[in-house]
């Protein structure tokens, strides 16, 4: 059974940039024949780095990850712009 | 970094892509004395700079006070603004000079705790009972959020920046003033860290 080694390491950070769209079509080619050659030889560690990442982007991007600005701080943020436009702004240089 | 400056050489609006014509015909109205103009600029950019901010930092009134930062520069800086150059990338940019700047201050550190203190730490999603996917993802992402939280600065900009703001390498380098490969780096250690985090959880 194949284990991870030295190299692995340099392979999962291009599993990262892989679902990033980060690597062009050779290497994203390359890459997914290398993962699929170790999961045949038992090892399975990018397979699952792979399957991680997506469930982590899943989360990062899913309604329940949204953020909300709570209205006070838009409010809040406003006028204190508006104030310090209407105290000292004149255009180019101002 | 000097995060206040925006660096661009080039003139002339005709072949810009619409967005920036856009942002570029905005400031330059600003710049003139029409003050519409400025909160038209408010109105598209507050929203996306108090969320980026929010995720930088972890605290709303930090948030609120950077963003304040960004805009003012804004004002300063519309006149000398190169067509070219992207506003959004450059408010990001301003933005994550001013996050950093502000996590290596420890009195607003302090402060940020003390208020996690009084208000109970970060705002947590509530989709709880919609459902088993829907409670299991809220789970999760409340987890990331405060495995995030949790990273090296660095690092936790890049993963926002990546992951909620959906921004390319190259982008991400702009604004953080980060070479290309430092920041696929950081993208992969963040990556990683809330990996483990949330597999300490059981909850990959």
Not at chain 1, 65 to 89: D, Q, W
Not at chain 2, 17 to 39: H, I, N, S
Not at chain 2, 120 to 128: H, L, Q, S, V, W
Request: aromatic share 8%.
């Amino acid at each position: 059974m194949k284990k991870p080694g030295p190299g692995c390491d340099a392979v999962k950070e291009k599993v990262s940039m892989f679902l990033d769209g980060e690597l062009c079509r050779e290497e994203a080619g390359k890459l997914l024949e290398r993962i699929r050659n170790c999961a045949e030889e038992g090892c399975r560690e990018c397979v699952e780095l792979m399957e991680d990442l997506k469930k982590l982007r899943e989360a990062c991007r899913c309604p329940e990850a949204g953020c909300f600005v709570p209205p006070e701080v838009r409010e809040n943020l406003k006028a204190r712009l508006m104030r310090i436009m209407s105290g000292g702004h004149g255009g180019a240089g101002a | 970094m000097d995060g206040s400056r925006n660096s661009n050489g080039m003139g002339g609006d005709a072949a810009l892509p619409p967005d920036k014509r856009r942002d570029y015909k905005l400031l330059k109205r600003f710049a003139g004395g029409d003050e519409k103009a400025f909160v038209e600029i408010y109105e598209r950019y507050s929203e996306r700079l108090l969320k980026y901010t929010y995720r930088c930092m972890g605290d709303w009134q930090e948030a609120e006070d950077v963003v304040q930062e960004v805009f003012v520069q804004v004002m300063k800086d519309a006149a000398g603004f190169e067509p070219k150059a992207s506003l959004s990338t450059w408010m990001y940019r301003i933005a994550t000079f001013m996050c950093a700047k502000r996590h290596r201050d420890r009195g607003v550190r302090k402060r940020i705790i003390e208020r996690e203190l009084a208000a109970g730490t970060f705002d947590r999603p509530a989709a709880e009972n919609e459902g088993e996917k829907a409670a299991e993802l809220a789970e999760q992402a409340a987890a990331v959020k405060e495995a995030v939280a949790g990273l090296p600065y660095e690092q936790r900009t890049a993963f926002v920046l990546r992951e909620y703001e959906d921004r390319s390498y190259g982008e991400i380098a702009e604004i953080t003033g980060a070479e290309t490969g430092t920041v696929k780096s950081r993208i992969f250690r963040a990556r990683q860290a809330v990996r483990d985090e949330m597999k300490k959880r059981e909850l990959l």
